[in-house]
């Protein structure tokens, strides 16, 4: 099975402050990265995506960071807010294979 | 509005009970998954469908059952075979043709055996 490895698990940032998700994979033939925020009792959404052949995808607060030789990428959030207070997944895509998740990441933005 | 709707939200159960979660989707889209969520194990793929008539298994099926004879509908059975039921189910669909990729999840059933 095509792993994604997504740590850490849990994250407390301070208001204000940067949170930094990050996420390895194994399939090199991965051409699609999303990311998912995921809010308590609710389904998964789609946040940000890229595909490989660029390092960096900016969308607002929200940045992905690629890294194709390390086979890692991220996700970067600036001047955090108690709203993005969430769960994130990140995932991998081939083609019209199903997305591999990785496990996820409980952020917290405390005041 | 367009979207996915995911009945009953909150569901119990005893344990030997068959149980059916219900997953509707009115955005036209080829595809639909049912997804299973427990604390630290991330999203684990059950069943999926992307036409009707036809599903496979995915990473997690034993203990579970799924229908598509209508495009917009997948409904999930979670049998008693299922040893550990108790857990967050998430629908999602898919458009194929065209697709960038993108699954637009419901809001979920939670399923508790008691």
């Known amino acids: 099975q095509q792993q994604v490895k997504q740590s850490p698990q849990s994250l407390i940032v301070q208001k204000g402050g940067i949170s930094i998700i990050n996420c390895a994979y194994e399939?090199?033939?991965?051409?699609?990265f999303p990311w998912y925020q995921q809010f308590p009792g609710k389904g998964p959404a789609l946040l940000i995506a890229?595909?490989?052949?660029?390092s960096e995808k900016k969308e607002g607060r929200f940045t992905i960071s690629f890294n194709k030789s390390a086979k890692q990428f991220s996700l970067h959030i600036m001047d955090s807010q108690p709203g993005d207070s969430a769960t994130y997944f990140c995932?991998?895509?081939?083609?019209?294979?199903?997305?591999?998740f990785g496990t996820g990441t409980r952020l917290t933005i405390i005041p | 509005d367009g979207g996915i709707t995911q009945s009953p939200k909150y569901l119990f159960r005893k344990e030997g009970q068959n149980v059916t979660l219900s997953c509707e989707q009115n955005?036209?889209?080829?595809?639909m998954y049912w997804y299973r969520q427990d604390p630290g194990q991330g999203l684990r793929l059950i069943y999926y469908?992307?036409?009707?008539?036809?599903?496979q298994k995915g990473d997690i099926a034993e203990g579970y059952s799924v229908s598509r004879e209508k495009k917009e509908s997948f409904p999930l059975t979670v049998t008693s075979a299922q040893k550990n039921p108790t857990a967050f189910y998430l629908c999602?669909?898919?458009?194929?043709?065209?697709?960038?990729?993108?699954?637009?999840f419901g809001e979920g059933s939670r399923l508790t055996v008691l």
């Open positions: 995932a991998g895509l081939f083609g019209n294979e199903k997305l591999t």
């Open positions: 399939n090199t033939a991965f051409d699609y």
């Open positions: 890229i595909r490989p052949d660029v």
């Open positions: 955005l036209n889209h080829d595809a």
């Open positions: 469908s992307q036409i009707v008539n036809d599903f």
């Open positions: 999602a669909s898919e458009q194929l043709a065209g697709s960038t990729g993108e699954l637009f």
